[in-house]
């Protein structure tokens, strides 16, 4: 298992060898494969000990070497894993890693212990897992990077820096507790994704739970979800909490197509609750009440 091999992996890593790694993240934007002359210059260590760190390296694919007559190197998912976790743990947000739990379109999701507190979950996000054309369709904020590892990175700060602020305001979203290169920690939320439920009690109390949500993002921070359907939403076993997820795609309310993204993010929820528990929401109430414009039937002022 990938938790297990990283286990493994990072106490035989030795100082010169996250120097390495640094380098290889920090020029991700500016070279394919940065080359050995670049790496040397920036480590401060000699030829031969670089080359030793780099073969070390390549052999358990945390680096990839160029092509023939490519005398550079370049990071890896492996890579980047390796430093995130390392500064998660220098940081004492996590001391454990744990096994996986989930995997996704865009992410990899593993249980983490923390310094304090139950247990976490730390999100890695794995953007190039699918198609470039999805990605730009749903995360154009991201199209202007080339690389796949610096997208995740920008996806991973993009969704610690909501669910910070919307933590504030409301508990149905999962708390945050540190963020590191292309990993989020997050609460790990013990539950069911909304499109597996067949049966929901009170589900008219749910869809108005996640409606508050996109309300206090909308008045409180400014901003809409963007991508929201059953799939982004967790249900808590036993308690039946609604928690939505996935905020890395968010469009502040001055970006010209929020008021089309938001209606398409409150039809997915309500049309969902009426197809699959008989809910009925009407969309421009449900629309007013998410601008703020009124306190909608489920609510009193």
């Known amino acids: 298992m990938w938790s297990l091999m990283l286990h493994n ?9 996250f120097k390495v790694l640094k380098v290889l993240d920090r020029y991700l934007g500016r070279f394919e494969y940065v080359p050995i ?14 080359m030793k760190s780099l073969m070390k390296l390549s052999e358990i ?8 007559g490519n005398r550079g190197y370049r990071l890896t998912y492996l890579g980047l894993d390796l430093l995130a ?17 989930g995997v996704g379109k865009e992410s990899e999701i593993y249980l983490a212990k923390l310094r304090e507190g139950p247990e976490a979950a730390i999100k890695f996000y794995r953007i190039g897992r699918i198609s470039f054309q999805k990605v730009v369709r749903v995360r154009d904020y991201l199209t202007d990077e080339a690389n796949w590892l610096i997208r995740s990175k920008t996806a991973a700060e993009r969704e610690y820096k909501a669910l910070k602020d919307l933590m504030r305001f409301t508990r149905h979203v999962p708390k945050v507790f540190g963020w590191s290169k292309h990993a989020v920690v997050m609460e790990y939320l013990q539950g069911v994704e909304l499109h597996k439920l067949r049966d929901l ?16 993002a909308y008045k409180q921070l400014g901003i809409v979800h963007g991508d929201l359907s059953e799939y982004n939403v967790i249900v808590s076993e036993g308690s039946w909490e609604p928690y939505i997820i996935d905020w890395p795609q968010y469009l502040y309310i001055h970006d010209p197509r929020h008021e089309d993204v938001l209606r398409r993010d ?22 007013r009440y998410v601008k703020g414009e009124s306190y909608g039937e489920w609510e009193t002022p």
């Open 201 to 216: 009690p009170k589900p008219r109390e749910v869809l108005m739970d996640l409606l508050s949500v996109l309300r206090v």
């Open 85 to 101: 976790v390392n500064l998660l743990a220098k940081k004492e947000i996590i001391t454990h890693l744990g096994p996986p739990i």
């Open 37 to 50: 002359e670049v790496i040397e210059s920036r480590v401060r260590l000699s030829p031969k000990k670089v």
């Open 61 to 68: 694919k945390a680096v990839i070497k160029g092509g023939a």
């Open 9 to 17: 992996i990072l106490p035989s890593l030795e100082p010169a060898d």
């Open 266 to 287: 409150v039809w997915n929820l309500i049309k969902f609750f009426k197809r699959r528990y008989g809910v009925n929401v009407e969309l421009d109430a449900a629309l």
